[in-house]
């Protein structure tokens, strides 16, 4: 394969505002009516779409944010009602390294905000060219991507002022879970249930104000997440890098007991996200562990509470659609983390002529 990489470009950060509130505090905030706009939309365009053939893998795919909305679609797939066919979640950069991907795919549904990157339409053009049918994910109508897919499924509400992107992501979610759920044969509507439990997290914006003061001066941050929790904590790692300027890994919780801790000291904070008691209950001890060693921790979950700690508890959704919910606190962390130390986090650091003239040397 031929491919070619796109090469340097000037980017033009959101640079309107100097001040809170910045443009991505109004995004996180019109998540619950993106949200609850999308599944309405959704029902109606799924029913259009058909299912994909049996015994057949359906790829997901899209890079940065947008794999992490395919990394928790396709996770939601393989651990939901039983299908006839395989979910995959792969990054627009991985599908064009392992082509042999394309001749077992009976599906593609591709993850794309601004419909505009160039390797996931690098990926969707290897699609085209194996035959398989696109399911297009996105805020837009118009775009290239939307050119290369088969059908489109566009969220609402979901224009992205921030570079740093979040509405785009639950949105992605909530339209591709809603798709899932027409191809199982499942109709139940979620917008009651789930909109109402993502407005009470964005409610709690003062709680997780609190807790950003909590993380100022720790310089490095560690995010534990197993399962379903394993795409918010990589999305939590992203806009922590994107919009704090923070050094964030990602691991699993126990993972984390196998040759994390040694890595873990005085300038650490190590949060978990879980989605159940048994990750939960396991995430306490590493955490308790963790602060032994000096960090700053913080529990994020649902199910009983651990023995000490700091632990903030999350609502009970289906489990597919945990990523909506959880991934809020964090990215109020973001925010208040980068107005409490003077950063506009709209501009992913490109303030900073250093990160600024970095960034020209490539195109994305």
Not at 5 to 33: D, K, T, V, W
Not at 77 to 105: I, K, Q, T
Not at 196 to 211: H, I, L, Y
């Amino acid at each position: 394969m031929d491919l070619q990489f796109p090469g340097p470009e000037n980017p033009s950060p959101p640079y309107g505002r100097n001040a809170h509130p910045y443009f991505l505090y109004e995004m996180i905030r019109s998540q619950p009516a993106a949200i609850r706009a999308t599944l309405r939309a959704s029902t109606h365009v799924a029913e259009g779409i058909p299912a994909p053939p049996d015994r057949k893998t359906v790829l997901f795919v899209g890079m940065g944010t947008s794999f992490h909305a395919a990394l928790a679609s396709a996770h939601a797939a393989e651990h939901g009602p039983p299908l006839a066919w395989y979910p995959r979640a792969v990054d627009s950069f991985d599908l064009l390294l392992e082509p042999d991907l394309l001749p077992r795919a009976g599906a593609a549904v591709v993850f794309s905000s601004s419909g505009e990157t160039a390797l996931t339409i690098e990926a969707q053009r290897a699609l085209r060219s194996a035959g398989v049918p696109q399911v297009l994910v996105s805020g837009t109508r118009t775009s290239r991507s939307a050119e290369l897919a088969d059908h489109l499924l566009l969220t609402q509400l979901a224009d992205e002022r921030a570079w740093v992107h979040t509405v785009s992501y639950t949105t992605a979610i909530a339209a591709t879970l809603t798709l899932l759920g027409r191809w199982a044969g499942d109709r139940t509507d979620r917008g009651d249930e789930v909109g109402p439990a993502v407005d009470a997290v964005v409610r709690r914006e003062a709680e997780w104000k609190d807790r950003a003061e909590a993380l100022r001066d720790r310089g490095k941050i560690l995010i534990l997440g197993s399962g379903p929790a394993r795409a918010t904590a990589r999305e939590a790692a992203l806009k922590l890098r994107e919009g704090a300027h923070r050094f964030v890994t990602v691991t699993g919780v126990e993972e984390f007991l196998h040759g994390v801790l040694p890595c873990v000291d005085g300038s650490t904070a190590v949060l978990a996200v879980t989605t159940s008691a048994i990750d939960r209950q396991r995430a306490a001890t590493a955490l308790a562990a963790a602060s032994r060693a000096g960090a700053t921790t913080l529990l994020l979950g649902r199910g009983p509470a651990g023995a000490g700690g700091a632990e903030a508890e999350l609502p009970s959704v289906p489990a597919a659609f945990t990523p909506l919910t959880d991934i809020v606190p964090f990215q109020f962390l973001t925010y208040w983390l980068a107005v409490g130390e003077g950063r506009n986090p709209d501009v992913m650091g490109f303030d900073d002529p250093r990160i600024f003239a970095a960034r020209q040397m490539y195109g994305i």
